[in-house]
């Protein structure tokens, strides 16, 4: 009877070990489209954008993170952009992200830096500091009038659209 059982048990690792080697099988998921999903006030809430603006976004950015291929189910440039800017907008640690969108905590993290490096490029568009001594004095002198802020020459205020000049 020992033997019966040992030759069970040998068995059973044998099968246990194949199965442990087996690659997990790839599950495909259908995610949701905030785009649709949320109206325009929802949607600010959620990514701090507006839909008008996150496509204006998209249309400067989106050949940059488009991936070459379709393969294995690739994110879209719209989905990259939407992950990126729900953890700009919220901080949320990067498997929440995922679960949520559901995608990988590895996908997340690389999305992220590529939708942040593409954003970065268009600096040069939106940010400009002053060039000259004379332009630096002048905004110098106007943060500190306003503000009491010695010898600063630009700031970012994230919470609003429009832009302030001294």
């Given at each position: ?16 070990q ?9 599950r495909?998921?259908d995610?949701?489209n ?24 998209l ?25 990126a ?48 001594v ?33």
């Amino acid at each position: 009877m020992s033997s019966s059982s040992s030759s069970d048990d040998s068995d059973e690792d044998i099968i246990l070990q194949i199965l442990i080697n087996l690659p997990r099988p790839r599950r495909f998921r259908d995610r949701s489209n905030p785009l649709q999903d949320y109206d325009d006030l929802d949607f600010k809430c959620r990514f701090r954008l507006s839909k008008e603006t996150f496509m204006i976004l998209l249309h400067m950015i989106g050949d940059s993170i488009k991936h070459k291929t379709n393969r294995s189910s690739s994110l879209s440039p719209v989905l990259q952009l939407l992950i990126a800017l729900r953890y700009y907008a919220t901080g949320a640690f990067q498997m929440v992200l995922g679960d949520h969108i559901q995608v990988n905590k590895s996908t997340v993290c690389r999305v992220i830096k590529t939708v942040s490096t593409e954003i970065a490029r268009l600096r040069p568009q939106f940010i400009e500091f002053p060039s000259t001594v004379v332009e630096q004095q002048r905004v110098q002198l106007g943060f500190f009038r306003l503000h009491q802020f010695p010898r600063v020459i630009g700031a970012l205020d994230c919470s609003h659209t429009r832009i302030q000049s001294y």
